[in-house]
């Protein structure tokens, strides 16, 4: 009975240990981190867009999370610096990925600020990333026989395009792009050896 209580009592030691240093300090570490200057918070079409990364499984596939130049190489790949806390001042929930099945999009809107590119990007990937795992999104889309005033049509490469109808981006499909667009932290991060 005595050797059963030491057991207990080493188990709670080692449980409140473990709790200490994967909760506790990195949420004291990280619990007022101010938005790094040059950050903007989300516009509302931006926060609809966001809503549906996370709908359509985007997170599943892509990370939002650069690394250092010693963990990766996500630098040479043109992925921009690597992230710190301050970049994600006004995500909640925080989507940094755990897979990177399709390159980081942290700041796609900085290696691709082009609507058109995206538009077209979603509806048909391999049209623009030849070899693309990307699955398309045209359930995003509305094919018609031709435009309206109000439509914004996409412009798909030569014999990407239904024939002899045009293909006409829907309300969420703009949002999730807005979204994308907004990925950019180009700004610059002082290191901590920099700051004053």
Partial sequence: MHDEAKLLAGGMVMLS??????VVVPYMTVRDVQP??????YTTQELRGRQHYIENGCVYCHSQQPRAKGFAPDSQRGWGRASVAGDYAYDA??????????????NIGVRQPSEA?????????RAYVPGSIMPSY??????????ETEDVEVALPP?????????????????????????KRDYPVLTPQEQP
């Fill in 93 to 106: 929930p925080h989507l940094l990925g755990t897979m990177r099945t399709g390159p980081d999009l942290l």
């Fill in 138 to 147: 045209p359930f995003l889309f509305e094919v018609k026989e031709k435009a």
């Fill in 159 to 183: 014999g990407r395009a239904p024939l002899g109808k045009v293909v006409i981006a829907s309300h969420e499909v703009l949002d999730l792009v807005a979204y994308l667009k907004s990925l």
């Fill in 117 to 125: 590119w995206h538009l077209g990007h979603l509806y048909q990937p």
């Fill in 36 to 41: 790094i200057e040059g950050l903007k918070p």
């Fill in 17 to 22: 240990i473990a709790t200490s240093a994967l």
